[in-house]
């Protein structure tokens, strides 16, 4: 059979069908097996034998044999999830995320678990347990993060598609940095019951694949309504409905606050460049104004650390996960804590516990939640004349393993252009769209809440009629 | 500007030992966090109501009905220190 690497998930069924899905998983494995990405954490003993299953019982379900990937936060029941951190040792979840139950419905094959920052806090999968995982494009660069690992087996030819989540940018950076397609969903339009949580109100799972069809086809599995997540919305989105290559009378918007004095020239026109080819295939742009996106940092950082230092504090040693000898309960738990987390997890619970602490709360918290609503209303406002907004996705393309890992001010600065997007829950897709000494520079389109259809037909046109998604790493082809 | 008592502090209420030495470098790395996150106090935010999440949905109740949960052996799997089908832990002093 022919290399299964960087398949489209159309492909990959063709594959199934002249061959077997028990084949096709097999060349994933093979390919997993020599890969030095360390882009997997754990892969998956059943695989095969959940292929074989799935060819036995005549490829029922639309995504029947298909292989995927999924970041190590989200459950699967009977595999590890370690969220890429010590203090998780050993766990195995007792049961499934809901988003693993409706793949598993469609027939698809879980490969394995993927690499991450350390719950989900971070840029670049430098803060795992595991350590990095490598960028395809240049084995020195990070993939980015968190969902570094899921983007990296992606991009290199590991597996079609992968799921990760997104609190601040986790799959929009990792899909520009790794040069895949990456998409944020709509706050609630996709069940976060069994994702270990990070900040609850900022994140979402989230699809990474090789191209706009195959999120899709991805979401239109995960997407719906799921009682057991109380802050899921019941709306149908037609996702692989939006995949239409025409976009005449589209206007977008361009928010002149996401082209700041930190974006890398290249990247800077490598998205104008684009632009200009939406405009060539008859769209509209004009600039719009959105004067509290320079805040809206600060007040992502401050949200989401006071939701990790409250959603952190369930890992105490007791039920599961790593346990330190102490002379008390309270001794215990500290030194498991201190033991158990790494230094970033570590750093943003103690700035999350005073921000939200006696006398600073009002200060920082209640403040942050103020400028979100500003932030809200600015996305309300440019999204009211446009259909769709385009930015950068990074400020910069893929930087070197260790360049900022030790200044965790320089490392935030990165999500400047994809955190926004979580404080007002809107849906948000990064394509590639071109590149710099090599590396992949990545195009954020942003809509409406609920409006998917807008932006996937917005990138999937795009990428029908550039090539940028057909270029492969050539360290690992 | 946090203080070393400060952060001995919040390691207390966080419940995470820190050294000396991680009291001084914590200090120093959350203070230039903070100092980043002072810009929010140019925003006038009298009149703004706080975002907590963006989903509009509220008090989302179910009925009480009871449904299967895990077995015991199944919750207990994670962990060497339990007793009598039950978590163990340290006492609390």
Same mark, same amino acid.
């Given at each position: 059979m022919a290399e299964v690497k960087w398949m489209?998930?159309?492909?990959?069924?063709?594959?199934?069908?002249?061959?077997?899905?028990? %084949?096709?998983?097999?060349?994933?494995? %093979?390919?997993?097996?020599?890969?030095k990405l360390n882009g997997y954490v754990a892969v998956s003993e059943k695989a095969v034998e959940q292929a074989k299953e799935i060819d036995s019982k005549g490829h029922q379900g639309p995504l029947a044999g298909v292989p995927i990937a999924i970041?190590?936060?989200?459950?699967?029941?009977?595999?590890q999830n370690c969220c890429g951190s010590k203090i998780l040792e050993g766990y195995v979840p007792p049961f499934n995320a809901h988003v693993i139950e409706k793949l598993q419905a469609a027939g698809a094959v879980i490969l394995g678990k993927t690499n991450m920052d350390e719950f989900a806090m971070g840029s670049s999968t430098e803060t795992s347990h595991y350590g990095p995982t490598l960028n395809p494009w240049d084995l020195e660069r990070v993939p980015g993060g968190s969902s570094g690992g899921s983007a990296a087996v992606v991009a290199g030819g590991e597996a079609p598609f992968a799921l990760g989540s997104d609190t601040g940018g986790s799959v929009r950076c990792p899909a520009a940095f790794c040069g895949i397609v990456g998409l944020k969903p709509t706050y609630g339009s996709v069940s976060r019951y069994g994702v270990v949580a990070y900040a609850n109100s900022l994140e979402q799972v989230g699809p990474l694949a090789n191209n706009v069809s195959d999120i899709a086809a991805l979401m239109d599995v995960i997407g719906g309504y799921d009682s057991r997540d109380s802050t899921s919305i019941d709306r149908k989105i037609p996702y692989q409905e939006a995949l239409k290559d025409d976009i005449k009378g589209l206007k977008i918007g361009i928010p002149k606050e996401f082209f700041g004095e930190g974006i890398n020239p290249d990247v800077e026109k490598a998205v104008w460049d684009s632009i200009h080819r939406c405009e060539d295939l008859g769209a509209s742009w004009e600039e719009v104004s959105m004067p509290n996106i320079p805040y809206a940092l600060a007040s992502y950082y401050i949200i989401a650390m006071s939701e990790a230092s409250s959603n952190l504090a369930r890992f105490d040693g007791t039920r599961y996960g790593y346990r330190e000898k102490g002379e008390n309960w309270h001794s215990m738990i500290s030194k498991t804590r201190a033991e158990g987390?790494?230094? %970033?997890?570590?750093?943003?619970?103690?700035?999350?516990?005073?921000?939200?602490?006696?006398?600073?709360?009002?200060?920082?918290?209640?403040?942050?939640l103020k400028v979100r609503t500003l932030i809200?209303?600015?996305?309300?406002?440019? =999204?009211?004349?446009?259909?769709? =907004?385009?930015?950068?996705t990074m400020p910069n393309p893929a930087f070197k393993i260790g360049e900022k890992i030790e200044d965790p001010l320089t490392l935030y600065l990165s999500d400047v252009n994809t955190c926004p997007i979580n404080l007002a829950g809107v849906p948000s897709i990064s394509v590639p769209c071109g590149f710099t000494?090599?590396?992949?520079?990545?195009?954020?389109?942003?809509?409406?809440?609920?409006? %998917?259809?807008?932006?996937?037909?917005?990138?999937?046109a795009f990428e029908q009629n550039t090539d940028h998604h057909t270029k492969r790493p050539p360290e690992v082809a | 500007m946090i203080t070393k008592e400060d952060v001995e502090h919040i390691g207390w209420l966080a419940r995470i030992e820190i050294s000396e030495q991680e009291t001084t470098?914590?200090?120093?790395?959350?203070?230039?966090?903070?100092?980043?996150?002072?810009?929010?106090d140019e925003l006038p935010t009298e009149d703004v109501p706080p975002t907590y999440h963006v989903a509009e949905v509220?008090?989302?109740?179910?009925? !009480?009905?009871?449904?299967?949960?895990?077995?015991?052996?199944?919750?207990?799997?994670?962990?060497?220190?339990?007793q !009598?089908?039950?978590f163990k832990s340290p006492k609390i002093v």
């Open positions: 489209s998930v159309a492909q990959v069924k063709e594959q199934i069908r002249d061959s077997s899905a028990e %084949e096709v998983t097999a060349r994933y494995l %093979e390919t997993i097996e020599k890969s970041k190590d936060n989200i459950s699967v029941q009977g595999m987390f790494g230094v %970033e997890a570590k750093r943003r619970i103690f700035l999350g516990t005073y921000a939200l602490s006696a006398g600073y709360h009002d200060k920082y918290y209640l403040k942050a809200k209303q600015d996305f309300d406002k440019a =999204l009211s004349k446009t259909d769709v =907004l385009m930015a950068p000494d090599g590396l992949p520079i990545g195009l954020q389109v942003i809509g409406k809440p609920f409006d %998917e259809v807008s932006i996937l037909q917005a990138a999937y | 470098e914590y200090m120093e790395k959350l203070n230039s966090v903070l100092a980043y996150f002072g810009q929010l509220f008090n989302v109740f179910r009925e !009480d009905v009871v449904k299967e949960s895990l077995p015991q052996e199944e919750v207990l799997a994670n962990t060497e220190h339990k !009598d089908g039950a």
